[in-house]
């Protein structure tokens, strides 16, 4: 047990208590259940493919590593935004080519997030299911980033905001004096 409570000191921004763990587990439950049943009403009972895996890519760091950059608003929201664009792109100039669109989309948005210090890694995974997505989700066009990757996004967003705020140990986000889409380095 020793080792292990060492091995997640390392690898973990938050402490290991219960607490953390309790509203990490609300907060993860509250976003993805929030999104999954916008999503499914608003299609009316057809299914999840709207609801897409890189929300819970984006669960853990949100919730469950709240002071790590990676998972501040910034780049949640523009990540994921910037990252869909690029996808989408992807597809359209070559889906002939499924293999190499993959590749493309998510160096060219890991690339595109570097240059805009909105680095989200869910955001890889937001570029690759544009192009590898089903046909539902090819179909969407640019409207897959509004929906459902901006609107996911911005579910996640505001959850985070509520629920990583209710303990007193927790903050969400880290700066908060900073306007964080117009952060200052």
Same mark, same amino acid.
């Given at each position: ?18 607490a ?5 587990w ?6 993805i259940?929030?999104?999954s049943?916008i999503?499914y009403d ?6 999840? !493919?709207?609801? #897409?895996?890189?929300?819970? %890519?984006? +669960? /853990?760091?949100?919730?469950?590593? @709240? ?6 608003p ?8 910037l990252?869909?664009?690029v996808?989408?792109i992807?597809?359209?100039?070559? !889906?002939?080519? #499924?293999?190499?669109?993959? %590749?493309? +989309? /998510?160096?060219?948005?890991?690339? @595109? ?12 995974a ?14 969407l066009?640019?409207l ?14 505001v ?13 969400y986000?880290?700066?908060?004096k900073?306007?964080?889409f117009f952060?200052?380095?």
């Amino acid at each position: 047990m020793k080792k292990f409570l060492e091995q997640f000191k390392r690898a973990s921004t938050e402490k290991l208590e219960i607490a953390n763990l309790i509203w990490s587990w609300i907060g993860s439950f509250l976003g993805i259940i929030t999104i999954s049943f916008i999503h499914y009403d608003l299609f009316k009972g057809t299914d999840l !493919s709207l609801v #897409i895996g890189s929300f819970g %890519a984006s +669960a /853990v760091l949100i919730y469950g590593a @709240v002071h790590s950059p990676l998972a501040q608003p910034r780049n949640l929201i523009g990540g994921h935004i910037l990252s869909a664009i690029v996808g989408v792109i992807s597809f359209k100039l070559f !889906s002939g080519n #499924i293999w190499f669109c993959s %590749a493309f +989309a /998510v160096a060219t948005s890991i690339l @595109v997030m570097q240059l805009t210090l909105t680095l989200h890694p869910p955001g890889g995974a937001t570029a690759l299911i544009a192009v590898i997505g089903s046909e539902q989700i090819h179909n969407l066009g640019f409207l897959y980033v509004l929906v459902p990757v901006a609107s996911g996004a911005f579910i996640l967003f505001v959850i985070a905001i509520f629920v990583n705020n209710i303990p007193s140990h927790r903050h969400y986000p880290n700066d908060t004096k900073k306007i964080w889409f117009f952060r200052k380095e």
